[in-house]
């Protein structure tokens, strides 16, 4: 289809295409983190500053005030991460964003509303009314909504293509609301990344507190600053298991090859089993643990269901299969015991009206958050690697889309050197408004 319209768009000479897909790879898990908290932080900082307004209790204002510090700390570091993850996919795959980038530069809309209004907010603490303060703020968890919707749409996009004709590799009759958003692939997407925002945000921040609490800091500050990032992630985690179901199933009908790489299923079978752990070679699950015909039953809520195998793809269509199942089972463990412990957190809240008293309830939940990040990363490697060889799925290689200059690995060095250096900047800086005494007036 497609695939034959773009036939012009020959593989580029290039010997360092995996070191350039290294580099994509890091700058995406630098910013992804980033991308979570813009999600999730300011709708966290807006309901404590709310609680203030409704109750009066100072303890509310301080709360919000501490975390608007973070909040533009990380908003400065999701800046810097932008603007390189910009730059980078123009100059590494010119050919891909040359040919379909557009969707990308609605993003920088949302930018500059919420860079206006972090500023407004900011400065706006002591200057404007506790009302026109708060208001100040919604802007900025729409546009951080807003901006993540229009990039979460060009990748569903990327996984199921439409809206579009390739004419002699230039693309013509574009329907962009079609193409964005009359796509099937957007709305599993989108509601898969907000609640792992959620979770990635709320397990980080309650983590940070729970380490409080292991070490003796448990006032009433440090109770509603655990409480709040908690809860909406515990609310999160056990709907993503159901998310996480959605996202399975139209990953079967859409890209068969991704599922049977999920699995690393070698060849077709009906009642097809999952293996957990274990290694794929030679068209089988070396070391697995074999549940019966539950892949099938997964994919296609049926346990007799055909799954397509890896034998039935050329094998220059095949994804790195050990690098997504991996990917795919941490992300898919992680998440199972992340709802395990929301669930046991949400039940004691509800019999007792109060946080676990239990000391491994909070050893867990420092766990937790560095667990949920893990998870956050592997889930976007399944969706990423997972589309290997393509990077417009059935469209346009990987290949063909990467620059053909020189160069990469001194730059990859670079840029490895370069967020080195800004992971410990933000972490010094993160420490720093940590160890500030907790004031409440």
């Known amino acids: 289809m497609l695939s034959v319209a773009l036939s012009d768009l020959a593989p580029v000479q290039q010997s360092y295409l995996l070191q350039a897909r290294q580099m994509q790879a890091l700058s ?67 050919n891909f964003t040359s040919t379909f980038g557009g969707g990308f530069a609605i993003e920088g809309f949302s930018f500059f509303l ?53 004419v002699d590799g230039r693309v013509t009759d574009v329907n962009p609301w079609r193409a964005l958003f009359g796509n099937s692939y957007l709305w599993h997407e989108l509601v898969h990344m907000y609640l792992a925002g959620y979770m990635v945000t709320g397990f980080l921040v309650a983590g940070a507190y729970a380490i409080g609490k292991l070490r003796g800091r448990w006032g009433r500050y440090e109770r509603i600053a655990l409480a709040v990032p ?32 999920l699995e690393g299923l070698g060849h077709t079978t009906r009642g097809a089993p999952i293996h957990l752990l274990g290694w794929y070679t030679d068209g089988r699950v070396d070391y697995g643990i074999e549940i019966p015909r539950l892949l099938s039953f997964l994919a296609f809520h049926s346990t007799n269901a055909t799954v397509q195998g890896l034998d039935t793809f050329p094998a220059s269509d095949v994804p790195p299969v050990n690098v997504v199942r991996i990917a795919f089972q941490l992300m898919v463990g ?46 976007w490697g399944t969706t990423e ?22 160069g990469i690995p001194v730059s990859y060095a670079a840029l490895a050197a370069a967020y080195v250096v800004l992971v410990g900047a933000v972490a010094w800086a993160l420490r720093r408004l940590a160890g500030r005494p907790v004031q409440e007036a």
Not at 390 to 396: D, E, G, N, P, S
């Open 28 to 94: 995406f898990m630098v910013h992804i983190p980033l991308v979570c908290f813009g999600i999730a932080f300011p709708a966290l900082v807006l309901f404590v500053e709310w609680r203030y307004l409704r109750t009066g209790e100072q303890v509310y204002r301080t709360l919000a005030r501490r975390w608007t510090k973070v909040l533009v700390t990380l908003f400065a570091a999701g800046v810097v991460t932008g603007t390189i993850l910009s730059f980078e996919m123009a100059l590494l795959w010119p």
């Open 114 to 166: 919420e860079a206006i209004f972090i500023g407004i907010y900011v400065y706006g603490w002591d200057r404007l009314s506790p009302r026109a303060h708060f208001l100040s703020g919604l802007p900025i968890a729409v546009a951080g909504v807003l901006g993540s919707v229009m990039v979460i749409s060009v990748n569903g996009w990327m996984n199921h293509p439409l809206g579009f004709r390739l």
């Open 230 to 261: 908690l809860t909406a992630a515990a609310v999160a985690a056990p709907v993503q298991v159901l998310v996480g179901d959605w996202a399975a199933r139209t990953v079967a009908h859409d890209q068969p090859v991704k599922l049977a790489a």
């Open 334 to 379: 992680i998440g199972t015991l992340l709802a395990l412990l929301s669930l046991a957190f949400l039940v004691v809240r509800w019999r007792r009206g109060g946080l676990p008293g239990t000391p491994w309830f909070y050893g867990a939940l420092a766990v937790a958050g560095p667990a949920s990040l893990v998870a956050l990363i592997a889930g």
């Open 385 to 406: 690697v997972g589309r290997q060889p393509w990077v417009v799925y059935r469209v346009m290689r990987t290949d063909e889309a990467v620059t053909g200059a020189s």
